[in-house]
């Protein structure tokens, strides 16, 4: 395996190396390429990601990030830049984002209500492709404009690999999240080719839930969601409150996908740089370990992302509280069950 490694920004370098810990006591033999991309290479030299490290990326299994994002830098610029370009430019349309509430976990909402639904976010369109502009800047006028775009090819193909992920699932139930009661245009289009592909799969029962709503079953009635197929922003929202809801955002894993493999797959938490806990040793790695079991999976690991994924249980369950040192903690316990 020959793994591409960004660390990036804040927490980043410090959840990957308990993530390459425990990858590299399932898989002994990855071979790893750390690529120094962020806010230190971009107050250094101005760069961001350069058409070179893209190339070098390409010729990778899998890429491993931990976050972007630096207070110090202008907002936006890091994101934009580096995490979506990549996204963008290694066509990962699929935002694979599990969310599940695991045995011993405290989680927040009253009567230990059970979560494991699976959020597919797409990953290339939607208000997220810089589709806008600002007019009359400066003045009283101005106007800002941030247009989702939603094509036909997009949307088919994250909604077609939901209803693929929701037919292998015992529940075989899919939601489509949207706003198509004032988001019309798009929506439309959204609910369409549900309709369209869910002939395909007569066995995978649909709903649908506007996305406000969806913020309120998430916390009143999570029960109810299985697979979830929605866009880049509406996602982005869903994904950050259903870690919440599931034990915190140290737990919660994605994998950016090229469905069709063309690309290297991108595996990273859902959680960014934490500038606030960044340096105390406090961070969560456990989401970029799950992150590495998604990884393991799309490689076609499948026993080893189960040894990973019984390692976390198995610590989630038994865990004690505790501060100090805890990221190294956590990782070198999730490496040695991992590796038992
Ligand atoms: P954040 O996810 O970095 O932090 C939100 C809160 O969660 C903070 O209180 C933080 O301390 C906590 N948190 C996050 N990860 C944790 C972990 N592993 N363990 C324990 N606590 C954890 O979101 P933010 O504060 O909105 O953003 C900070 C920066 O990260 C911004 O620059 C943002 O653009 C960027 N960001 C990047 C990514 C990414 O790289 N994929 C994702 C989200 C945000
Ligand atoms: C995430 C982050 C990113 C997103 C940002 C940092 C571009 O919030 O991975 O969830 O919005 O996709
Ligand atoms: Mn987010």
Same mark, same amino acid.
């Given at each position: 395996m020959k793994l591409a490694v960004i660390p990036g920004d804040g927490i980043g370098p410090e959840v990957v190396a308990e993530g390459l810990k425990v990858l590299r006591g399932v898989v002994p033999d990855v071979e790893t390429n750390e690529y120094d991309l962020g806010a230190a290479r971009w107050h250094r030299t101005g760069e961001l990601l350069p058409d070179s490290v893209l190339r070098e990326l390409r010729e990778h299994d899998a890429i491993l990030l931990g976050a972007v994002g630096d207070p110090t830098v202008p907002s936006g610029i890091l994101e934009r830049g580096l995490l979506l370009r990549?996204?963008?430019?290694?066509?990962?349309?699929?935002?694979?984002? !599990?969310? &599940?509430?695991?045995?011993? $976990?405290?989680?927040? *909402?009253? @009567? %230990?209500?059970?979560? #494991? +639904?699976?959020?597919?976010?797409?990953?290339?369109?939607?208000?997220?492709?810089?589709?806008?502009?600002?007019?009359?800047?400066?003045?009283?006028?101005?106007?800002?404009?941030?247009?989702?775009l939603n094509t036909y090819f997009g949307v088919e193909r994250v909604v077609r690999d939901a209803f693929e992920r929701a037919a292998r699932r015992p529940r075989r139930h899919l939601t489509l999240v949207h706003k198509t009661n004032v988001l019309v245009h798009s929506g439309q289009l959204w609910s369409r080719v549900v309709e369209e592909v869910?002939?395909?799969?007569?066995?995978?029962?649909?709903?649908?839930?506007?996305?406000?709503?969806?913020?309120?079953?998430?916390?009143?009635? !999570?029960? &109810?969601?299985?697979?979830? $197929?929605?866009?880049? *922003?509406? @996602? %982005?929202?869903?994904? #950050? +409150?259903?870690?919440?809801?599931?034990?915190?955002?140290?737990?919660?894993?994605?994998?950016?996908?090229?469905?069709?493999?063309t690309n290297p797959s991108m595996f990273e938490p859902v959680h960014g740089s934490a500038p606030d806990i960044a340096g105390t040793g406090t961070a969560d790695p456990t989401a970029t370990v799950l992150s590495v079991a998604l990884l393991l999976d799309h490689l076609g690991l499948p026993e080893a992302a189960r040894r990973v994924e019984a390692a976390v249980a198995f610590d989630l369950a038994t865990r004690q509280s505790g501060s100090v040192g805890r990221t190294t903690a956590i990782g070198d316990r999730l490496a040695a069950l991992a590796s038992s």
């Open positions: 990549l996204r963008f430019e290694l066509d990962h349309h699929v935002n694979l984002r !599990p969310a &599940r509430l695991y045995p011993g $976990v405290p989680g927040p *909402l009253a @009567g %230990d209500k059970a979560i #494991d +639904l699976v959020v597919l976010r797409e990953g290339t369109e939607g208000p997220y492709v810089g589709n806008g502009g600002i007019l009359r800047k400066d003045t009283p006028h101005e106007i800002a404009t941030e247009v989702s869910s002939m395909e799969y007569q066995d995978v029962a649909v709903a649908y839930c506007h996305m406000d709503a969806a913020m309120i079953y998430l916390v009143t009635d !999570p029960g &109810r969601f299985d697979v979830v $197929v929605t866009d880049n *922003l509406f @996602g %982005d929202i869903f994904t #950050d +409150l259903a870690a919440a809801v599931s034990g915190g955002i140290g737990l919660a894993a994605s994998g950016n996908l090229d469905v069709s493999r």
